[in-house]
């Protein structure tokens, strides 16, 4: 079959290296200048910035592509372990070490509460128990028909899966600086965790089993091992090709047109462009049965996000300041009021927390010789907040940047000699998200699996999703397991 493939982030470049090593010819169009999608990567002054997906889990995901095309992930790309896997700071400036290092958690556990470490024992017995099911029996499974949903509601209410992330970790632990280390994992995949079905706890389990992994040269190294084995494949990446409409005929789609007039060809197409933009833009109202205009707007989408790349001219290694991870959390003062002001209320709030990537203490190659590269990753409400981010984005920035300089990078002002910036306006205008929602769908009981826009589309036989918005959901083995999802319901078609 001709397979056209639009959008090269990790759920498209997934589909399209599954479908090219069965046989069928693939081409994926792209509408920016590089592929990866959010994954995109920002060269400046001697810099390389990850624009998006930096928290690699399930690494198995990405060899199972490797070894599908009878080829080895080490011969093309070096996958790091990181540890911890989180550095968790709180206001009070204390911080938590969160790892798979159990001796340690237990350890540090027993010194905020004893009574807590059986507790996060058996917390961490019932995230395998959903761990099993949630990912190891249903990820991959495509959920098409209401009774693929039916069938596991005995399991799901066993499970609890009724309870939220946060109401679920509060079974189990009392302090409540340990429930906030343990249900924060909706946030990595655009839920609150006040809000998003228990089932996410999984995540704690998938990095216990698999770890935590960084590749050598940043996510964009690993998004150009996967572009040179598809290539080497046979497939094709034509890049600048902004996809104007999906063409049909007769209910089923025959193609693509691009902006430029220009049209290519399908017996099937794959969409890897955030869905509900897809639906709303891609397609014609007349064919819209289910994702019409109005059932679009009536949908949750997740919030957005506000990021700043920097690159110092010195290095921060703990010198003077608090010792900085690979990956570092920084929680506010508020927690469920300041998630209820980003998803509930949709108001930007004045203070915030953070997630601070220093990915230079693992891979020193991504910043010129006595440098430091980071990214600063503000969790903010999506464009339906109103905020006007023309006038908002520099105030925002300069208040995030001065608190990392008084707590954490002394004299980071002086020091700062390349930046860039995002906003929710990027996630829309540039990534074609709806109301720039930085995860697409968000996840929510009512809006996953079944309930979820599905991996082939309900109104077109012959289109298929792939990526955040569509089942599973966001977050690496998310978007890659939609992509196994898809090339199987290709095959069986």
């Known amino acids: 079959m001709r397979i056209v493939v639009i959008g090269s982030g990790f759920g498209g470049l997934g589909a399209a290296i599954r479908l090219q090593a069965k046989g069928h010819e693939v081409t994926i169009v792209e509408k920016r200048d590089k592929p990866g999608g959010r994954a995109y990567v920002y060269e400046q002054d001697g810099f390389k910035f990850d624009g998006g997906p930096t928290v690699i889990t399930a690494p198995f995901m990405i060899d199972d592509l490797f070894t599908l095309a009878g080829r080895k992930t080490e011969d093309y790309v070096t996958m790091m372990p990181v540890s911890p896997f989180y550095r968790i700071f709180f206001h009070d400036q204390s911080h938590f070490d969160y790892s798979d290092d159990l001796p340690s958690m237990v350890r540090q556990i027993r010194e905020w509460n004893p009574d807590d470490v059986d507790g996060y024992l058996e917390f961490v017995r019932r995230a395998e128990q959903i761990f099993n099911k949630g990912f190891t029996e249903l990820a991959d499974q495509p959920f098409l028909k209401l009774t693929d949903m039916l069938k596991i ?4 209410v066993k499970l609890e899966s009724y309870r ?57 190294a690993l998004v150009q091992a996967l572009v040179k084995l598809f290539e080497d494949l046979g497939g094709k990446l034509e890049l600048n090709r902004d996809v104007a409409e999906i063409t049909t005929y007769n209910g089923k789609a025959t193609g693509v047109r691009l902006r430029d007039g220009s049209e290519i060809k399908a017996d099937a197409v794959v969409c890897n ?34 990021v700043i790349y920097f690159g110092t001219d010195r290095q921060y290694r703990g010198q003077d300041g ?6 570092d959390i920084i929680l506010g003062p508020r927690y469920q009021p300041l998630l209820d002001d980003i998803f509930s209320k949709k108001q930007l709030a004045d203070d915030f927390s953070l997630y601070l990537h220093m990915p230079t203490l693992t891979d020193p190659s991504l910043a010129p010789e006595g440098c430091e590269a980071f990214y600063v990753l503000s969790p903010v409400p999506h464009l339906g907040s109103g905020t006007d981010w023309r006038q908002a984005a520099k ?61 082939r589309s309900e109104e077109i036989p012959n289109l298929y999703f792939v990526g955040a918005g569509t089942h599973p959901g966001a977050g ?8 196994k999802i898809v090339e199987d319901l290709i095959g069986a078609s």
């Not at 990595?188 to 998938?206: A, D, E, H, K």
């Not at 608090?322 to 990956?327: D, G, R, S, W, Y």
């Not at 690496?476 to 992509?483: E, I, M, Q, R």
């Open 164 to 220: 939220t992330v946060y109401g679920f970790v509060s079974k189990f632990v009392q302090d409540e600086r340990l429930r906030q280390v343990l249900s924060f994992h909706p946030l990595l995949v655009g839920g609150n965790p006040f809000q998003t079905t228990s089932i996410y706890t999984l995540i704690n389990f998938l990095e216990r089993k698999w770890g935590v992994w960084f590749a050598k040269g940043g996510t964009g």
């Open 322 to 327: 608090p010792k900085l991870a690979h990956h």
């Open 395 to 455: 105030p925002y920035r300069d208040r995030i940047m001065n608190f990392l300089e008084e707590r954490y990078l002394p004299n980071l002002s002086k020091h700062i000699v390349s930046e860039h910036m995002i906003t929710p306006l990027h996630f829309a205008e540039t990534l074609n998200s709806y109301q720039g929602s930085a995860f697409s769908v968000e996840p929510i009981l009512t809006q996953s699996a079944w309930f979820r826009p599905h991996n």
């Open 273 to 306: 462009s955030e869905v509900a933009w897809a639906y709303q833009n891609l397609l014609p109202s007349s064919l819209r049965k289910k994702y019409t205009d109005r059932k679009l707007a009536r949908m949750r989408y997740s919030m957005s996000l506000v």
């Open 153 to 156: 509601v005995p399991d799901m």
């Open 476 to 483: 690496l083995p998310g978007v890659l397991s939609s992509a």
